[in-house]
T-cell receptor
Framework: GNSVTQMEGPVTLSEEAFLTINCTYTATGYPSLFWYVQYPGEGLQLLLKATKADDKGSNKGFEATYRKETTSFHLEKGSVQVSDSAVYFCALSAVRGGGNKLTFGTGTQLKVEL | DAGVIQSPRHEVTEMGQEVTLRCKPISGHDYLFWYRQTMMRGLELLIYFNNNVPIDDSGMPEDRFSAKMPNASFSTLKIQPSEPRDSAVYFC????WGLGNSPLHFGNGTRLTVT
């Protein structure tokens, strides 16, 4: 079946530090890949997505590249801000066989300090 | 666009009581999902609907849980009777079409506490 594995958190960084949150996946078919972000007390929001191999999703300074050869979709940001503190979820949706459901990772909490 | 609206935001109830959670999806979205979030199990998909019809309820934990979508603008998730292990944040989400690359729009959730 489909699964997503994320690095455990929390990840604590100083402001302006470089961020990487690792995500690897297992899927049948040709999945689309997503990063969602959850701020305290809120629901998840789509951060970025990539729908095929070698695509790069980007938004608000965050980037992730769909790497089929390593089945990975790592999230990166060159310079984090305190306002980026949140929980980040990697997710996949398999176009074939996965129906219309997203499979989420367990989430990685990011804390950015001054 | 008001987004996905859930009510109530918080619900505290005693074990054995019936609990009803409500959701209004984004207008025009034809898919609706119910998720449960806990520290131990993360995000779990409970059930989803397409055009008001339940498509997959394999994530519903047991018969105490039921969900309905009587029309395109309203859905409920009911727990009867509730138990302390049902304590979690319940999210409703909707999307405009169900292909693999369609994003989900989440509500702010209902935090349920069963004592």
């Amino acid at each position: 079946g489909n699964s997503v594995t994320q690095m455990e958190g929390p990840v604590t960084l100083s402001e302006e530090a470089f961020l990487t949150i690792n995500c690897t996946y297992t899927a049948t078919g040709y999945p689309s890949l997503f990063w969602y972000v959850q701020y305290p007390g809120e629901g998840l929001q789509l951060l970025l997505k990539a729908t095929k191999a070698d695509d790069k999703g980007s938004n608000k300074g965050f980037e992730a590249t769909y790497r089929k050869e390593t089945t990975s979709f790592h999230l990166e940001k060159g310079s984090v801000q305190v306002s980026d503190s949140a929980v980040y979820f990697c997710a996949l949706s398999a176009v074939r066989g996965g129906g219309n459901k997203l499979t989420f990772g367990t989430g990685t909490q990011l804390k950015v300090e001054l | 666009d008001a987004g996905v609206i859930q009510s109530p935001r918080h619900e505290v109830t005693e074990m054995g009581q019936e609990v009803t959670l409500r959701c209004k999806p984004i207008s025009g979205h034809d898919y609706l999902f119910w998720y449960r979030q806990t520290m131990m199990r993360g995000l779990e998909l409970l059930i989803y609907f397409n055009n008001n019809v339940p498509i997959d309820d394999s994530g519903m934990p047991e018969d105490r849980f039921s969900a309905k979508m009587p029309n395109a603008s309203f859905s409920t998730l009911k727990i009867q009777p509730s138990e302390p292990r049902d304590s979690a944040v319940y999210f409703c989400a909707s999307s405009s079409w169900g292909l693999g690359n369609s994003p989900l729009h989440f509500g702010n959730g209902t935090r349920l506490t069963v004592t």
